[in-house]
């Protein structure tokens, strides 16, 4: 029988990454790289710019249902689903989608940039960032980006900062 797939789960972690910060982080996996900046909340939405770019073997495609936020507070854990992606167009005009394609670069330099758009909502503590990115004929893969929201610009490893 043919069913869905379960998506293989790949998470960001102090050991994988290099010169991150908490406001942006990295995933490189399977010839994707996938970067996330720390999300903004703002009174009339919550927003995180995120870039993607491909040298898989497949077209990844992304839609608004597959990308969430887990916003987690002292006493309560609230769940945001992904309202709209948007890109700006070469003339700098906000262009909204509900699902953008992120086709195999055949060059250097292209990379997709896009916000993913929520609802508004009160500053967390911490946020985990889920990104579902399908592939056709392959399971798709399921992105982790942790974020600390309770301090400012501080460096993940302090052992390491100057």
């Not at 908490?22 to 996330?36: M, Q, R, V």
């Not at 009339?44 to 990308?67: C, H, K, Q, W, Y």
């Not at 769940?79 to 989608?97: G, K, P, S, V, Y």
């Not at 929520?118 to 592939?135: G, T």
């Amino acid at each position: 029988m043919f069913g869905q797939k379960q998506p293989q789960c790949v998470s960001w972690s102090l050991q994988t990454s290099i010169g991150d910060t908490e406001d942006l982080k990295h995933i490189s996996h399977d010839g994707i790289g996938l970067w996330a900046g720390r999300p903004k909340f703002d009174k009339d939405e919550t927003s995180i710019s995120l870039g993607v770019f491909n040298r898989g073997r497949r077209a990844l495609g992304f839609g608004a249902p597959g990308i969430g936020l887990a916003l987690i507070y002292r006493t309560k854990t609230e769940n945001l689903a992904c309202r709209i992606l948007r890109t700006l167009t070469r003339d700098f005009m906000e262009q909204e989608h509900q699902r953008l394609t992120v086709d195999i670069a055949r060059s250097r330099g292209e990379n997709q940039d896009f916000d993913a758009v929520f609802d508004s909502a009160e500053k967390p503590i911490r946020v985990e960032l889920l990104i579902q990115a399908n592939r056709i004929l392959a399971a798709p893969y399921l992105f982790r980006f942790p974020f600390q929201m309770d301090s400012d610009e501080a460096p993940l490893n302090p052992a390491v900062s100057s």
